[in-house]
């Protein structure tokens, strides 16, 4: 899930049933208090970021200066 993959792909990835992948994520969304994984994913960015472990970069594309 972390990668972006369906659950179709993690049931071939893992070689798992459609259920038991359903029955994981209901278990990670019930643990984390969300109800789809957009809000999953922001929960482990809003995680990195409290920790310290990834921090956002207000580097500018080139030709594009930052206020």
Known sequence: ???GHS???IV???FISECAVALH???IFNK???NTRAQVAAVG???LLAAGVWRCS???PP???LD
């Open 58 to 60: 207000r580097t500018a």
């Open 12 to 14: 071939h990835q893992l």
């Open 45 to 47: 960015v809003a995680e």
């Open 25 to 27: 994520l209901t278990a």
């Open 63 to 65: 030709g594009i200066e």
């Open 7 to 9: 659950s179709k792909a």
């Open 32 to 34: 984390l208090g969300v």
């Open 1 to 3: 899930m972390a990668q």
